[in-house]
Every structure is written in C-alpha cells, then in structure tokens.
T-cell receptor, first 113, second 108 residues
Framework: DTEVTQTPKHLVMGMTNKKSLKCEQH?????MYWYKQKAKKPPELMFV???????INESVPSRFSPECPNSSLLNLHLHALQPEDSALYLC????????????FGPGTRLTVL | KNEVEQSPQNLTAQEGEFITINCSYS?????LHWLQQHPGGGIVSLFM???GKKKHGRLIATINIQEKHSSLHITASHPRDSAVYIC??????????FGTGTSLTVIP
C-alpha cells in the first residue's frame, strides 16, 4: 500500500462549525505533514509530525489544531475558521522528516462560508 | 527571494513538442523533487534526485549540484501532460521548500 488517503474530499462549513480532516497512511512512514494550498500557489507547510510528536508548527493560527493519534493517522481539527481559510488541505508522509520523498494525499477541498 | 525558483511560470506547447522546465535553488539540499499536480487534484511525486539524471517513460530529470540547478524534460508531449509541475527541495534542516510551479498546457 503506497497510498495516502484523506477524508473528506470536499467540506463546506460555517464559521461557527467544528470539523475534522483525516489523513491515513500504511507505509510505515514516521513523518506526516499538513499543507495548505491556495489556488495557483504552491503548498504552504502548516505542521510536521515526526514519530507522532509535533515537530514543526509554522505559526499556524490556533483555530487549526493537529493531532496524531498513532503512526498511521493524522487529523486536523478545525474550529471558528474564516472564509480566507478556504483552500485545498494536503496531507503527506515520508519515511522520516527532512529531504525524504513525500507521498501526498488527494487533498480536502475546504470552503468556509 | 524564494529558496526555489522555477521558470517558466506558464508554458504552452503543441502536442509532440519537447518541453523543458527549469529549477534553481539557493539552499543546501539533501534531495530535489519534481512533483505533478493536475487541476483541483492532489500531488504526485515524479522524481527524487540527489545527483545525475533519472528517466521514467517520457520524463527525464537532471540535476547539477554544483550549479544548484535542475531540469525536467518531457519528450513527445501529450495533452494529458497538462498540469502544474512543482520543483521542491528537501533542506538539510528538515525543511521542504517548494517552487512556485510551472503551469503546462499541451494543445492537441
């Protein structure tokens, strides 16, 4: 299994809602990443988990809360988002943190109303 | 200044043409990656390079470590190659830097 899966594919939420994005991989990778991508822009790194511990937080607002329950799962909890948070949220994994090849999921298209 | 620069930003080609996309970087790297993203879609890794040249089907990627430069070539381009191609580098400090992408359109 060389796949990173993400659910849901699409999500529409209001500014007062609480929702979660999920990411899963079964490649035995020990680093997992959340990226945010706006239209026609490259992905921007949000968080990195290495061996289930938060390794990098790129000054992301607290309305985004990551969680890594185990080595295969990565969640992104969303609360009180703003319309400008609408974007494609990509999850990726790699064998270890750093320059290793990253495998990307298909992304979750988030729209905040 | 971005750590990773790509050129051109946009590229339109006729089907069958040979295509080159360039990437220059300014940081020390452990590896360079070429990624492909179709409109509205996820990202697929095409190549990971730390030296020399790699070939996969009609795609060829080269890297010159001394010049901090890489190229992605597509031979006999096809409309299904239309996508955004992103150069990314894995830095020594556990960072992953993305270029701004090259949007390729191949016209039948």
């Amino acid at each position: 299994d060389t796949e990173v899966t993400q659910t849901p594919k699409h999500l529409v939420m209001g500014m007062t809602n609480k929702k979660s994005l999920k990411c899963e991989q079964h490649m035995g990778h020990r680093a997992m990443y959340w990226y945010k991508q706006k239209a026609k822009k490259p992905p921007e790194l949000m968080f990195v988990y290495s061996y289930e511990k938060l390794s990098i937080n790129e000054s992301v607002p607290s309305r985004f809360s990551p969680e890594c329950p185990n080595s295969s799962l990565l969640n992104l909890h969303l609360h009180a988002l703003q319309p400008e948070d609408s974007a494609l949220y990509l999850c990726a994994s790699s064998q270890a943190q750093g320059g290793n090849e990253q495998f990307f999921g298909p992304g979750t298209r988030l729209t905040v109303l | 200044k971005n750590e990773v620069e790509q050129s051109p930003q946009n590229l339109t080609a006729q089907e069958g043409e040979f295509i080159t996309i360039n990437c220059s970087y300014s940081v020390g790297i452990s590896a360079l990656h070429w990624l492909q993203q179709h409109p509205g879609g996820g990202i697929v890794s095409l190549f990971m390079l730390s030296s020399g040249k790699k070939k996969h089907g009609r795609l060829i990627a080269t890297i010159n470590i001394q010049e901090k430069h890489s190229s992605l070539h597509i031979t006999a381009s096809h409309p299904r190659d239309s996508a955004v191609y992103i150069c990314a580098v894995g830095g020594a400090g556990n960072q992953f830097y993305f270029g701004t992408g090259t949007s390729l359109t191949v016209i039948p």
